[in-house]
């Protein structure tokens, strides 16, 4: 079965304005016919809101490749053995976005999310598998993966 988790977009949070300006903007230049401007703004726009990054499970093969997706359209990454890794573990993150303007205000938001991780060799972790909001949701997708791919489950240290 073939497991596949979005991992982050090209801009998150309040950069994602940028990507919506060019859309605006090349919607702007579709009405007034400026084709150069137009084509320009579309594919910037395209490529900063349809761009992300990934992980692919394998579970069969026992594989996963970490990607990039360009344009929503086209992935890239190498597929790797998942016995390169000794287990998996649960991380809380918190992400916070700070905006400045040209008067020195700042604008800041923040959210917590939970990222499960492979460990690596050195007890550490590695590669982030799955992205989840809540605690629960990660918890279960972390013992799906570990039953899948028959890997043991470590701690983090707090």
């Known amino acids: ?10 801009l998150e949070g309040p950069y994602r304005f940028i990507g919506f300006y060019f859309v605006f903007v090349a919607a702007i230049s579709f009405y007034e016919q400026a084709w150069i401007i137009f084509s320009i703004h579309a594919v910037l726009g395209w490529f900063l809101l349809g761009s992300y990054s990934g992980v692919d499970i394998d579970t069969e093969k026992k594989l996963f490749r970490s990607f990039n997706m360009w344009f929503g359209l086209v992935k890239t990454g190498k597929w790797e053995p998942v016995g390169k890794y000794i287990g998996l573990t649960l991380v809380s993150m918190n992400k916070v976005y700070s905006l400045y303007s040209r008067s020195n205000r700042n604008i800041t938001s923040g959210k917590k999310e939970f990222r499960v991780y492979f460990v690596n ?11 989840c909001k809540t605690n629960e949701d990660a918890q279960r997708g972390m ?4 039953i899948w791919l028959h890997l043991p489950v470590y701690s983090t240290k707090h």
């Open 1 to 10: 079965m073939l497991v596949s988790n979005k991992i982050s977009r090209t």
């Open 121 to 131: 060799k050195k007890k550490r972790p590695s590669i982030a598998v799955k992205k």
């Open 143 to 146: 013992d799906e993966l570990a």
